[in-house]
């Protein structure tokens, strides 16, 4: 009878590996199912990691060109008031006297074209009006999102800190801005330091005196002695 060679034996022993009656093979593939679900949670949390900064970044970029453009409808707004003849409101009607000056016999042009709001893909903008109506004072984005800068504004953005919404982003011309009446706030009162005490109110006259009536009792006069 001819023997098995040790590879043989060795192969279908109960302790090799690669035997069916090996006790390690559930054992490993359970290590390697373990492995498999914790390498997919890891790659799944990396990619909403990625997909979540990259989210913000567009929206910081597209706030940076919302600035942009704003600037250049101030600047617009701007050009016109400036060009403005003598006697002439310094507001347009509409956005569209931007594209097209109707003042002036030749073409001129204080804005290039309508801009694509980047925030809202939109080229549809807010328009604030003077009370009458009768001209544009500012533009403004229609978006309604939290943005994302609060602060360091340039110089030229006055009054965009810590807005709640992008749409109080306010793109005003400056000469316009200061046209405009501004109510001062109410002063409050304030304790002044080192001040002098106030002087005290005069007292008043004390009554006079009544005079004192002394109590006298009339005496029936002595007869005279008659002689």
Not at 8 to 16: H, N
Not at 80 to 99: C, D, F, I, R, V
């Amino acid at each position: 009878m001819p023997r098995s060679s040790p590879t043989l034996r060795a192969a279908f022993s109960p302790f090799s590996p690669f035997s069916p009656c090996s006790p390690r093979r559930p054992l490993q593939g359970g290590f390697t199912y373990l492995g498999l679900i914790i390498l997919v949670s890891v790659i799944g949390m990396v990619g909403a990691a990625t997909l979540k900064i990259g989210a913000l970044m567009q929206r910081a970029q597209a706030e940076e060109e919302l600035l942009d453009t704003g600037a250049a409808f101030s600047a617009a707004l701007q050009s016109y008031a400036q060009a403005t003849p003598k006697g002439q409101p310094l507001q347009p009607p509409s956005l569209q006297e931007l594209l097209k000056d109707p003042r002036t016999p030749a073409l001129r042009r204080h804005l290039r074209k309508i801009f694509v709001d980047p925030v809202t893909g939109s080229t549809e903008w807010g328009v604030l009006y003077r009370a009458d109506r009768s001209g544009v004072v500012a533009v403004y984005s229609l978006s309604q999102v939290r943005p994302l800068k609060i602060g360091n504004f340039d110089a030229r953005f006055v009054g965009f800190d810590n807005k709640r919404r992008l749409s109080d982003w306010k793109f005003i011309a400056g000469a316009i801005a200061l046209a405009l009446p501004v109510l001062p706030p109410p002063l409050a009162a304030t304790p002044v330091e080192n001040a002098a005490p106030p002087e005290p109110a005069p007292a008043a006259p004390e009554p006079a005196p009544e005079p004192e009536v002394e109590d006298r009792i009339a005496l029936p006069a002595e007869p005279e002695n008659t002689r």
